[in-house]
């Protein structure tokens, strides 16, 4: 029997293997490295909100500092949300409260390539920081 063919047949099934775990491998570690910095950033943004005198320079500030977090940290996203929950700014001064911060990022895996692998997938967190009872909040 002739078997030299088969031979370029494993060799092409082996290869086709070998590059689909490569590209399986590059999609988890662009979603676990997205994933930690998202957290990092959402981190950034409550502590920058929870700083700011006011509910408006808060929310601005957060956006502002997840953004840059999540560029320093060099991570694209297709689409990133920044959501801040300013209520505590509403309470006393004397009183204890946080603002909290939630991030989403959609992390792009279309340019992967790899058969069964949504376009983007979502990373969220969300961190708390709380506000100095002892100093004046704005509405």
């Known amino acids: 029997m002739n078997e030299q063919g088969s031979v370029t047949v494993e060799a092409m099934l082996a290869i086709t293997a070998i590059v689909l775990i490569i590209l399986f491998g590059v999609a988890v570690g662009r979603i676990t490295v997205a994933g930690a910095a998202v957290e990092a950033a959402a981190r950034d943004a409550a502590r920058q909100a929870s700083i700011a005198r006011t509910a408006t320079a808060a929310s601005t500030n957060a956006e502002a500092s997840a953004q840059q977090s999540l560029t320093s940290q060099g991570v694209s996203c297709t689409a990133v949300t920044v959501k801040v929950n300013t209520k505590g700014f509403s309470r006393p001064v004397g009183v204890p409260a946080d ?23 979502e990373r969220h967190a969300t961190s708390i920081s709380p506000l100095d009872p002892y100093r004046g909040r704005g509405r």
């Open 99 to 121: 603002v909290s911060a939630t991030v989403s990022c959609a992390v792009p895996l279309a340019d992967l390539a790899f058969p069964g692998l949504p376009g983007n997938v």
